[in-house]
């Protein structure tokens, strides 16, 4: 396919224009969103379904039941923790609610260690880390925080508003509570009282280091205009808070229900954005008689580079109910917020099944490393142009697929479409590889234009 020709025949769609040349460094840039694309022609932007994989846990024990939920994955070198509320039946504001957690070296197998720290469920020899009404929510992180202290390794917030009129409006007392932890096991408040208290809280209330700007970002629950969504705040010592800024989207996105958000920085690019919320149909019976009442959810997918303006070019469902009956039960399909990089090719999540069901449960969802969407193009090819970019030197480095017949061949071009360097037609199913030399141009401004053939690029870097 040459480039003359396929501009001959077609006509770029032009994205967003950049102001300036962008200037990405060494970083990797996925292809969650169009940031990097000036103009396309005959390609698009593909969300990728994950993998169901294995059930690696049935919240069984009489401490836990069949509404435990808001799970939390956090690794910590090779291991993986997942935190999950432990509530056998009790209500949003019951002190008998218990965090627990389970362990694993391989994200796969999992046990409950026993910890012997606190009374639930009639023994100590449990996986309990605390008890009281912040368990309905306790969300707890690793913290990348250069400067925290080694007694504060992990830190979470947990924490309701109590009934009241306009509670969902965050005028009754309550709030979300500090946490600190030295290993993630044995856990104290930072204070006594709750440092958010402008939300409605009634979801997961998440939070973490955001390394770009230097800074803990928090995601948690409002209500706008009686829908349930999410607002955003920032803070310098975990402590004080910032006023909330609730979710922007383009003025095409419909309003949904979001019951919770999962955000998390990217593995392997941490200046953006993920977020997996549970999306909820409020009025919708699949399963009629279901004790937990009307609605079915599923999973979708959406990313942000600022973390308050988030982009939705997919309004499909990142992970539908499926076939399973039990999973067409109000709370289901709830993703855990935090990815396991499980391998250097295969990231993990989890995602609850069976909410208010007795086997209710969580099973491993798996995504190719950098995979949650592509620039795609199938069998007749396309290609894309990006914005200027500021060179930095070295090697253009591709995560990208292709079938035994497609390829992906990249151009660096000038601002009247010289060709500067060219690769030759690349073409496998390689995570991190050398496709174009750009050693000569570092310093400079140039574009880059992919054509591409029944291929997937994931994402792209220049290194050294």
């Known amino acids: 396919m040459k480039a003359a020709a396929f501009l001959s025949a077609f006509a770029l769609t032009l994205g967003t224009q950049a102001a300036e040349p962008l200037d990405i460094g060494s970083r990797w840039e996925p292809f969650v969103d169009e940031f990097l694309v000036a103009a396309k022609q005959g390609l698009e932007l593909k969300l990728h379904e994950p993998v169901r994989r294995e059930v690696v846990l049935t919240t069984d024990k009489p401490w836990e039941g069949p509404t435990c939920g808001y799970f939390s994955v956090i690794q910590d070198g090779r291991k993986v923790r997942l935190y999950y509320r432990g509530s056998a039946g009790g209500s949003d504001h019951s002190d008998a609610q218990v965090t627990c957690f389970v362990e694993s070296e391989d994200g796969i197998h999992f046990t409950r260690p026993k910890l012997g720290l606190i009374e639930a469920g009639g023994t100590k020899d449990n996986n309990v880390v605390w008890r009281g009404v912040e368990s309905h929510n306790f969300a707890p992180f690793l913290d990348s925080n250069p400067n925290a202290r080694p007694g504060e390794r992990y830190k979470a917030l947990g924490g309701v508003k109590l009934p009241g009129k306009n509670w969902h409006q965050g005028e009754t007392p309550g709030g979300l509570y500090a946490f600190v932890s030295p290993d993630g096991v044995h856990w104290k408040k930072m204070k ?5 208290t402008k939300g409605a809280f009634d979801s997961q209330n998440l939070a973490f280091w955001d390394v770009t700007r230097s800074r803990y970002a928090s995601y948690s629950r409002i209500f706008s205009n009686k829908v349930r969504a999410i607002q955003s705040m920032a803070s310098a010592d975990f402590l004080t808070w910032s006023d909330g800024v609730p979710h922007t989207y383009a003025k095409d996105v419909p309003a949904e229900h979001f019951y919770t958000s999962a955000t998390v920085p990217c593995p392997t690019a941490p200046h953006l954005f993920l977020s997996f919320p549970k999306r909820f149909a409020t009025s919708r019976v699949k399963v009629p008689g279901h004790s937990g009442g009307p609605g079915v959810s599923d999973a979708v997918f959406m990313s942000s580079r600022d973390g308050t303006h988030w982009d939705r070019p997919f309004l499909e469902a990142w992970v539908r109910p499926g076939p399973d009956l039990r999973n067409w039960t109000e709370r289901s399909n709830m993703t855990a917020c935090g990815i396991y990089e499980s391998s250097d090719t295969e990231w993990s999540l989890y995602i609850s099944e069976h909410y208010r069901h007795p086997d209710h449960r969580i099973r491993r969802l798996t995504v190719r490393r950098q995979g949650f969407a592509s620039m795609h193009a199938d069998a007749r090819g396309g290609e894309f142009t990006t914005h200027p970019l500021k060179c930095p030197g070295g090697r253009l480095r591709l995560n990208f697929a292709t079938s035994a017949t497609g390829f992906i061949k990249i151009e660096a071009i000038d601002d009247q479409d010289k060709v500067l360097v060219k690769s030759a037609e690349i073409f496998g199913d390689e995570f991190e590889t050398d496709v174009l030399d750009t050693t000569r141009l570092a310093g400079s401004t140039f574009r880059l234009r992919f054509l591409m053939k029944d291929a997937d690029l994931y994402a792209l870097r220049f290194a050294d």
């Open 192 to 196: 006594t009282e709750p440092v958010i």
